[in-house]
C-alpha cells in the first residue's frame, strides 16, 4: 500500500512538473505602430514619401512589435471570367476564382498572396511595392507573435487606408 502511494505520488509531481516547465507566458498580440513609403535616394538612405503615386516602385516599411508580419496591399484584384461573359468564375464554395490577388478579403483564397516581407533595422518590417493605378486603397497589415502554429497564436490585421496619386 505505502509503495503505491509513493508512484502515485511520483507520477502526480513528475507530470505537474513536466506541465509547468511546458507552460509559457501569455503572449501579447501585437500591435502596430506605423506604415510609411520610402523611396531610396543616390546614397541607400530612405526617403520618406507622403504621398505615394502610381507607376514608382515604394519601400514599405511597417513599424510594429510582432515577430512575423505581412503586407496585404490591395492595389491587384484580377478576377477569372467565365468563358464568354461577364460573370465571375467560382469554385465548388462559391469563392471567385482569382488570377492574382493581393486584397487582404481573399485571404486563405487560392492566387492570394501578400508581400514577402524582411526585417530592417531602420524602418522595421519591409517589401517593395509599386501600385499598378491610383486610387484609393486598403492596404492591412497583418501581424502575429509566435509563429503560426502555436496554441497561443494571436494574429491581428490592421487596415490602413492608403491615396495613390
Known amino acids: 500500500m505505502k509503495r503505491t ?6 507520477i502526480f509531481l513528475v507530470g505537474t512538473m513536466m506541465s509547468s516547465c ?3 507566458d501569455d503572449v501579447k498580440a501585437p500591435k502596430v505602430h506605423s506604415l510609411k513609403f520610402y523611396t531610396i535616394n543616390e546614397n541607400k538612405e530612405f526617403i520618406e514619401e ?13 513599424d510594429t512589435d510582432a515577430d512575423i508580419c505581412s503586407l496585404w496591399p490591395g492595389g491587384i484584384r ?4 467565365k468563358v464568354g461573359t461577364d460573370i ?4 465548388v ?27 530592417n533595422s531602420t524602418i522595421g518590417w519591409t517589401a517593395t511595392y509599386q501600385y499598378p493605378q491610383s486610387g484609393e486603397f486598403e492596404f492591412t497589415v497583418v501581424v ?6 502555436s496554441p497561443d497564436y494571436k494574429q491581428v490585421a490592421v487596415p490602413f487606408n492608403v491615396k495613390v496619386r
Not at 5 to 10: N, T
Not at 88 to 91: A, E, G, I, L
Not at 144 to 149: E, K, L, R
Open 22 to 24: 511546458l507552460n509559457e
Open 50 to 62: 507622403l504621398n505615394p503615386v502610381s507607376g514608382i516602385t515604394y519601400t514599405i516599411g511597417v
Open 88 to 91: 465571375d468564375s467560382t469554385d
Open 144 to 149: 502575429t507573435n509566435h509563429g503560426y502554429d
Open 93 to 119: 464554395n462559391g469563392n471567385v476564382v482569382l488570377s492574382k490577388s493581393d486584397c487582404y478579403k481573399d485571404y486563405g483564397l487560392l492566387k492570394a498572396q501578400g508581400l514577402k516581407t524582411s526585417l
Open 5 to 10: 502511494a509513493y508512484i502515485l505520488m511520483f
Open 78 to 81: 484580377q478576377i477569372v471570367k
